[in-house]
């Protein structure tokens, strides 16, 4: 069964990889009607089910809220330390190795953010943004079915973030670390939590995005393409596209 | 991708100040109109029409919707001829506008302060500033691409919130709907009726 697993990551990979072109700039559409037929199924989940728990959610007491949202932030900061690593920036290295540190302990597992007082605020890394800064391109855009908007790169890297990520590896691969296990159910709950924390904190902005868009699929494509860029180069630099206007 | 979206909604009403003159200094000129939005949204003597119709104003007389529209439409802008281009920026206007006011009911009170600036250019300087909801929210920096080819006459043509640049956004999205519609201008036009008419 093991074997069977891995022949089925590895020819996820060759997949993905084909799609990967090394240089590429800009995302292509390669498989529109699909990623806009994922998309509404997407939109429509989101209405039945995320959405009202979101807003529910959003109800919750500002401690609570944001006990949680530090929670599952301290938890992402552990999948940046390694990517940090292979970028070879070590004082983002630094930065949260100790952010986790103290928020986990003095932030009492991560409910506060003593961290952040004291200066130290860790970007968040992945795969996929470690293979931007190699320069991967993105390859094609597509819709993930729950996940949301991707490219080729990046559903690679959110793979590969599975074996990169110290809480995947004491969670879904159930490999003790420092004493401490988990299972399944810990990982799913905490990236389900984190997704849930992000759609209430973005809640009335997807509205008015939603109210505001001729095209949705579009703008939110257009939105996570900027974002990953922007993270890529950690910086948020405005690409003067403006010169060739002849006004 | 936390504070991104957050930054939609905010924004555009941020477009919004009075009729005064403002300076021409671009860090002063950003300044200045923000200073007086956040004042007049948070105006309880004024309905929301009222507040509309100062929106408009305003966003015409500050906001270069002219060459926003001109970018927004891509590369079709210098293969498109003169009267569909015309029609085009009539559309884009009434779009711009009702997308603009329709964000006002959003608005929610907010802390503005200037961070810095950085000349591009003789025709462009980067106004950096911050947005701190006072209701507790996430702060959001904004970038202001101020137009100066007219020195006395500063003109915004995007906001960069949180690194997102507006009128990308607004030209990718229109770029998909060209390219699903073989570059026809009219059907993109369409939309944009279909839009200001709902």
């Given at each position: 069964m093991q074997i069977l697993k891995n022949i089925k990551i590895a020819l996820l990979f060759m997949v993905i990889f084909s799609f990967l072109?090394?240089?590429?700039k800009a995302a292509e559409e390669c498989f529109e009607k699909v990623s806009r037929s994922v998309f509404k199924f997407n939109m429509a989940l989101d209405d039945a089910i995320i959405e009202p728990i979101a807003k529910g959610y959003n109800r919750l007491p500002d401690p609570i809220k944001n006990g949680t949202s530090n929670f599952t932030s301290n938890i992402a900061t552990l999948l940046s330390i390694p990517n940090s690593l292979l970028q070879g920036n070590l004082k983002q290295v630094g930065h949260s190795t100790g952010s986790f540190v103290v928020n986990s302990t003095v932030g009492i597992l991560g409910f506060l953010n003593p961290a952040e007082k004291i200066g130290l605020k860790p970007h968040k890394e992945d795969v996929g943004q470690t293979l931007g800064t190699y320069g991967v391109g993105p390859g094609c855009y597509l819709v993930l079915p729950i996940l949301g908007p991707s490219t080729a790169r990046d559903t690679f890297g959110l793979i590969a973030d599975t074996f990169v990520d110290p809480f995947a590896h004491v969670t879904i691969r159930e490999n003790e670390l420092f004493g401490v296990s988990g299972n399944d159910l810990d990982y799913f709950s905490v990236r389900g939590t984190t997704a849930i924390d992000f759609r209430a904190d973005n809640d009335k902005n997807l509205t008015s995005l939603e109210k505001n868009s001729l095209d949705l699929y579009s703008s939110l494509k257009s939105v996570y393409l900027q974002d990953r860029e922007n993270k890529i180069k950690n910086s948020i630099e405005d690409n003067d596209e403006w010169g060739s206007l002849d006004n | 991708m936390k504070r991104l979206v957050v930054s939609f909604i905010s924004i555009?009403?941020?477009?919004q100040s009075s009729l005064v003159a403002y300076s021409s200094n671009p860090k002063d000129f950003v300044n200045e109109l923000v200073v007086d939005a956040i004042t007049k949204l948070a105006d309880?003597?004024?309905?929301k029409d009222q507040k509309i119709i100062f929106v408009e104003k305003v966003a015409l007389e500050n906001v270069d919707v002219k060459a926003l529209g001109l970018y927004t439409l891509g590369e079709l802008r210098k293969s498109s001829n003169e009267e569909d281009i015309l029609n085009y920026q009539k559309s884009f206007e009434k779009y711009f506008l009702k997308s603009l006011t329709s964000r006002l009911t959003d608005y929610s009170s907010s802390k503005f302060e200037i961070s810095g600036e950085d000349k591009k250019s003789s025709n462009y300087t980067i106004v950096n500033s911050k947005i701190i909801p006072t209701d507790g929210g996430p702060e959001l920096k904004v970038d202001w691409r101020v137009y100066t080819k007219n020195p006395d006459k500063p003109l915004i043509r995007d906001l960069i919130v949180e690194g997102l640049s507006l009128a990308r956004t607004q030209k990718e999205e229109f770029g998909s709907i060209l390219s699903s519609n073989n570059n026809d201008i009219k059907i993109l036009i369409e939309k944009l009726d279909e839009f200001v008419n709902n």
């Amino acid at each position: 069964m093991q074997i069977l697993k891995n022949i089925k990551i590895a020819l996820l990979f060759m997949v993905i990889f084909s799609f990967l072109p090394l240089k590429a700039k800009a995302a292509e559409e390669c498989f529109e009607k699909v990623s806009r037929s994922v998309f509404k199924f997407n939109m429509a989940l989101d209405d039945a089910i995320i959405e009202p728990i979101a807003k529910g959610y959003n109800r919750l007491p500002d401690p609570i809220k944001n006990g949680t949202s530090n929670f599952t932030s301290n938890i992402a900061t552990l999948l940046s330390i390694p990517n940090s690593l292979l970028q070879g920036n070590l004082k983002q290295v630094g930065h949260s190795t100790g952010s986790f540190v103290v928020n986990s302990t003095v932030g009492i597992l991560g409910f506060l953010n003593p961290a952040e007082k004291i200066g130290l605020k860790p970007h968040k890394e992945d795969v996929g943004q470690t293979l931007g800064t190699y320069g991967v391109g993105p390859g094609c855009y597509l819709v993930l079915p729950i996940l949301g908007p991707s490219t080729a790169r990046d559903t690679f890297g959110l793979i590969a973030d599975t074996f990169v990520d110290p809480f995947a590896h004491v969670t879904i691969r159930e490999n003790e670390l420092f004493g401490v296990s988990g299972n399944d159910l810990d990982y799913f709950s905490v990236r389900g939590t984190t997704a849930i924390d992000f759609r209430a904190d973005n809640d009335k902005n997807l509205t008015s995005l939603e109210k505001n868009s001729l095209d949705l699929y579009s703008s939110l494509k257009s939105v996570y393409l900027q974002d990953r860029e922007n993270k890529i180069k950690n910086s948020i630099e405005d690409n003067d596209e403006w010169g060739s206007l002849d006004n | 991708m936390k504070r991104l979206v957050v930054s939609f909604i905010s924004i555009f009403f941020l477009f919004q100040s009075s009729l005064v003159a403002y300076s021409s200094n671009p860090k002063d000129f950003v300044n200045e109109l923000v200073v007086d939005a956040i004042t007049k949204l948070a105006d309880k003597n004024l309905n929301k029409d009222q507040k509309i119709i100062f929106v408009e104003k305003v966003a015409l007389e500050n906001v270069d919707v002219k060459a926003l529209g001109l970018y927004t439409l891509g590369e079709l802008r210098k293969s498109s001829n003169e009267e569909d281009i015309l029609n085009y920026q009539k559309s884009f206007e009434k779009y711009f506008l009702k997308s603009l006011t329709s964000r006002l009911t959003d608005y929610s009170s907010s802390k503005f302060e200037i961070s810095g600036e950085d000349k591009k250019s003789s025709n462009y300087t980067i106004v950096n500033s911050k947005i701190i909801p006072t209701d507790g929210g996430p702060e959001l920096k904004v970038d202001w691409r101020v137009y100066t080819k007219n020195p006395d006459k500063p003109l915004i043509r995007d906001l960069i919130v949180e690194g997102l640049s507006l009128a990308r956004t607004q030209k990718e999205e229109f770029g998909s709907i060209l390219s699903s519609n073989n570059n026809d201008i009219k059907i993109l036009i369409e939309k944009l009726d279909e839009f200001v008419n709902n």
